[in-house]
């Protein structure tokens, strides 16, 4: 059983930058690709980014590709989203997942994190 904690959500006007963290505990992190999605009232969650086991490879979504970047900690149990250039269209709430499942690539589908945070809110003002 894998536990994460997302931190770092906030208001920052249009332009501006975040830093979200979250933090696992509880399983063997480095057995885990990660992702990041985001979901607002109303609509499905969306996939913004992952990263694999090994940190090597990491995918985006398109809206966020040159803005954002994934990275992750093995030492410190932790995966981060740099968040640059915020966007009023970025305001959601930030969700990471852990994925057992992908070995390689890390996954972009929803279905394959089996284990998810709580969320915290991002909120770009124009």
């Known amino acids: 059983q894998v536990q994460l904690v997302e931190s770092g959500g906030g208001l920052v006007q249009a332009g501006g930058s975040l830093r979200l963290s979250c933090a696992a505990s509880?399983?063997?992190?480095?057995?885990?690709?990660l992702g990041w999605f985001r979901q607002v009232p109303g609509k499905e969650r969306e996939f913004v980014a992952a990263?694999?086991?090994?940190?090597?490879?990491?995918v985006y979504a398109n809206s966020v590709k040159g803005r954002f970047t994934i990275s992750r900690d093995n030492a410190e149990n932790t995966v981060y989203l740099q968040m640059n250039s915020l966007k009023p269209e970025d305001t959601a709430v930030y969700y990471c997942?852990?994925?057992?499942?992908?070995?390689?690539?890390?996954?972009?589908?929803?279905?394959?994190?089996?284990?998810w945070g709580q969320g915290t809110q991002v909120t770009v003002s124009s």
């Open positions: 990263i694999s086991r090994t940190g090597f490879i990491t």
């Open positions: 997942g852990a994925d057992r499942q992908s070995v390689i690539t890390p996954g972009r589908i929803e279905s394959l994190y089996e284990y």
């Open positions: 509880g399983g063997t992190f480095s057995r885990y690709a």
